[in-house]
């Protein structure tokens, strides 16, 4: 059984940086095929796919948040880890994390972690 858990600050300044680690357990997040994403999902809106970093290290982004976001891994700690730079309160959701077991459009998950709610606020 994967276990994924969302862990972070649960209120982020405007203009700062969001960062939120997901620590993984019950398998290694370099297992080939996997892809480990963060999702987001604003009060009373749809799933938001961010970007992944698949097993290999490569990462992937969101077009729409490519410039301001990077995914980032500590093997050793099967963590992976979003940094959301420059939030604003339109930034404001609930963040996941998820593992997908291969690429495909759109991306599907066998995986979740529980979401953990991050508010952008002063």
């Known amino acids: 059984q994967v276990r994924l858990q969302e862990s972070g600050p649960g209120l982020v300044k405007p203009s700062q940086t969001l960062s939120l680690t997901c620590t993984v357990s019950?398998?290694?997040?370099?297992?080939?095929?996997?892809?480990w994403t963060w999702i987001r999902q604003p009060p009373g809106k749809g799933l938001e796919w961010m970007g992944a970093?698949?097993?290999?290290?490569?990462?992937y982004y969101s077009p729409s948040l490519k410039s301001r976001t990077s995914i980032s891994r500590d093997t050793s700690k099967n963590q992976f880890t979003l940094q959301l730079s420059s939030v604003t309160p339109e930034d404001t959701a609930a963040y996941y994390c998820a593992r997908a077991p291969g690429w495909s459009i759109p991306m599907e998950y066998d995986y979740w972690g529980q979401g953990t709610q991050v508010t952008v606020s002063s």
């Open positions: 019950g398998g290694s997040i370099t297992t080939p095929y996997y892809f």
């Open positions: 970093i698949a097993y290999s290290g490569s990462t």
